[in-house]
């Protein structure tokens, strides 16, 4: 089997004061094209460091994907380490020294002298082109393993390993056919809960039931390889049937892009009003497209199921009845929920006894709850039932 790692490189990286959200991206990446990672390493901006990481990989990994330290500054060493552990010089590319200069003069700059390090790869190696940014990669082969050398910002990375790397990584090793990953993902249940309800299933050689908890949300994944696919399709109906009402949506695409899109095709706008959620849940929407008519963040206020279920109606009204979604304050461990359609208006308030978790994580759960409650409002059902291990302790309607 093809053997794919990556490295990544920088203190700041290694001391997580950045999340490395490139090693995570490129981990799924790779895994839906066949050709999951089998290694992640992280080492820091110490030059002796990376050249004994390199050698080390060299002789185990088939191919191994190199990212950061090709900026202009002291603390970017990668080509200079990778030219001292493969015993070469480094030279200078003249073609993307040109491209540099275009580059800073096109937006009224000069280059600075710094800059020309970028510009610097090890003999020998390949030039790989980076079109959004000042940072060239570049390919090198060491002992039994190819690497690929990549900058660090994410624009640049993701569009070179897209564009530069796999093209070559497909033309040069015969890769098995991508695996099948069958996905659903539940509110309100425990992970134990659904693993011990799942224990059952007679699953196929190959194929294993995965599950992924981050608060408020539990995914299961059906994986396994492409040559399974049919006995895979025909065990998803009772995956489906044990998650039952905390389904809340399939797939990859998220519940706030599900929702807008679900409200782009029956013509529906949305008003929001926060308090607890300070803007998070208008922010999610807003960001997967949903057709918000407006929205507010109110400071902390306290209130009845009445009145915020007529709070809902006049925010609707005064948006020419549109839909329209409340979240009210947390109070003594309680939080209020309305929604108004032209069904009429309903009104919640549920347990939220979530005191050791951070706000942020809190308020993502209260987010996840008004956006339950929409899309059982679309499907046409209960908006007051379903949301699992979130306990609804009074409701109300107008």
């Known amino acids: 089997m093809l053997t794919v790692e990556m490295l990544s490189t920088g203190d700041e990286v290694l001391h997580g004061q950045i999340v490395d959200t490139n090693a995570a991206w490129l981990a799924d990446f790779l895994f839906e094209r066949g050709l999951p990672l089998t290694r992640r390493n992280t080492v820091g901006d110490a030059l002796d460091s990376l050249i004994t990481i390199l050698q080390e990989r060299s002789t185990e990994a088939d191919v191994v994907i190199v990212n950061?330290?090709?900026?202009?500054?002291?603390?970017?060493?990668?080509?200079?380490?990778?030219?001292?552990?493969?015993?070469?010089?480094?030279?200078?590319?003249?073609?993307?020294?040109?491209?540099m200069t275009r580059f800073f003069e096109s937006r009224g700059r000069v280059m600075?002298?710094?800059?020309?390090?970028?510009?610097?790869?090890?003999?020998?190696?390949?030039?790989?082109?980076?079109?959004?940014g000042t940072a060239c990669g570049f390919?090198?082969?060491?002992?039994?393993?190819?690497?690929?050398?990549?900058?660090?910002?994410?624009?640049?990375?993701?569009?070179?390993?897209?564009?530069?790397?796999?093209?070559?990584i497909q033309q040069r090793f015969e890769l098995p056919a991508p695996p099948v990953c069958l996905r659903l993902t539940t509110f309100g249940r425990s992970?134990?809960?659904?693993?011990?309800?799942?224990?059952?299933?007679?699953?196929?050689?190959?194929?294993?039931?995965?599950?992924?908890?981050s608060m408020p949300i539990i995914e299961l994944k059906l994986t396994g390889p492409a040559s399974k696919r049919a006995e895979m399709e025909a065990l998803w109906p009772e995956v489906r049937q044990v998650a039952g009402e905390s389904l809340i949506f399939e797939g990859t695409v998220g519940l706030a892009a599900q929702l807008a899109d679900r409200l782009r095709e029956r013509d529906l706008r949305l008003v929001v009003s926060e308090?607890?959620?300070?803007?998070?849940?208008?922010?999610?929407?807003?960001?997967?497209?949903?057709?918000?008519?407006?929205?507010?963040?109110l400071a902390a206020r306290t209130e009845t199921?009445?009145?915020?279920?007529?709070?809902?109606?006049?925010?609707?009204?005064?948006?020419?009845?549109?839909?329209?979604?409340?979240?009210?304050?947390?109070?003594?461990?309680?939080?209020?929920?309305?929604?108004?359609?032209?069904?009429?208006?309903?009104?919640?308030?549920?347990?939220?006894?979530?005191?050791?978790?951070?706000?942020?994580?809190?308020?993502?759960?209260?987010?996840?709850?008004?956006?339950?409650?929409?899309?059982?409002?679309?499907?046409?059902?209960?908006?007051?039932?379903?949301h699992g291990w979130v306990r609804v302790i009074e409701r109300f309607a107008l």
């Open 68 to 99: 950061g330290g090709l900026g202009p500054t002291s603390d970017d060493l990668s080509a200079l380490a990778a030219a001292r552990a493969a015993g070469v010089e480094l030279e200078l590319q003249a073609s993307w020294l040109e491209h």
């Open 112 to 132: 600075a002298l710094s800059n020309r390090k970028q510009a610097m790869i090890p003999a020998g190696s390949e030039m790989l082109d980076n079109p959004v």
């Open 139 to 168: 390919a090198l082969r060491l002992n039994r393993c190819t690497f690929f050398f990549t900058p660090g910002v994410p624009s640049e990375f993701k569009v070179m390993v897209e564009k530069e790397i796999l093209p070559r």
């Open 191 to 213: 992970e134990s809960d659904l693993a011990q309800s799942l224990n059952h299933l007679d699953l196929p050689e190959g194929v294993v039931m995965g599950y992924r908890s």
């Open 275 to 297: 308090q607890f959620t300070g803007g998070m849940l208008t922010l999610e929407l807003n960001q997967a497209g949903a057709p918000l008519e407006s929205s507010q963040v």
């Open 305 to 386: 199921l009445p009145e915020i279920a007529a709070r809902a109606r006049a925010l609707s009204e005064g948006a020419d009845d549109a839909l329209a979604l409340v979240v009210g304050a947390r109070e003594e461990e309680t939080l209020l929920f309305a929604i108004h359609s032209e069904a009429g208006s309903r009104a919640i308030r549920v347990q939220l006894s979530l005191g050791h978790h951070r706000l942020p994580v809190r308020q993502a759960v209260a987010s996840m709850i008004a956006q339950n409650m929409l899309r059982r409002l679309l499907n046409g059902d209960d908006i007051t039932q379903g």
